[in-house]
């Protein structure tokens, strides 16, 4: 699971830690260390200082920790303009048709 700017940053780490509560459920124990990492790798390429930053201190925070902060990331990141690429997956002509027009609105010639 990849976050594609779709919902918020808060919104994708609360999706992660519950799919992390439904594994938990099944009989797999998933330590939040392991969550942390779960989250950090499905971060898009914006984020990838943040992610160093992560990696290069001793501190290791909690997934709560985690979400406080990428919220934080995710606010930065949009007054400074970056915008988080949204991924469109699909088959068939509509979905060119949709990304076409999407440009033409907001480029017009």
């Not at 918020?8 to 124990?29: P, R």
């Not at 260390?33 to 950090?40: A, E, M, N, T």
């Not at 949009?78 to 699909?90: D, L």
């Amino acid at each position: 699971m990849k976050y594609d700017g779709t919902r918020s940053m808060h919104e994708h780490c609360i999706e992660m830690t519950n799919l992390a509560a439904k594994l938990k459920n099944l009989g797999m124990s998933v330590d939040d260390s392991f969550l942390v990492q779960f989250i950090l790798n499905s971060l898009p390429p914006q984020y990838g200082p943040f992610q160093i930053n992560y990696n290069t201190t001793d501190e290791k925070w909690t997934s709560n920790e985690l979400t406080g902060k990428l919220v934080q990331e995710e606010s930065r990141l949009g007054r400074e303009g970056i915008k988080v690429a949204h991924y469109v997956q699909g088959a068939g002509s509509k979905v060119g048709k949709g990304i076409k027009r999407a440009i033409k609105e907001h480029h017009p010639t």
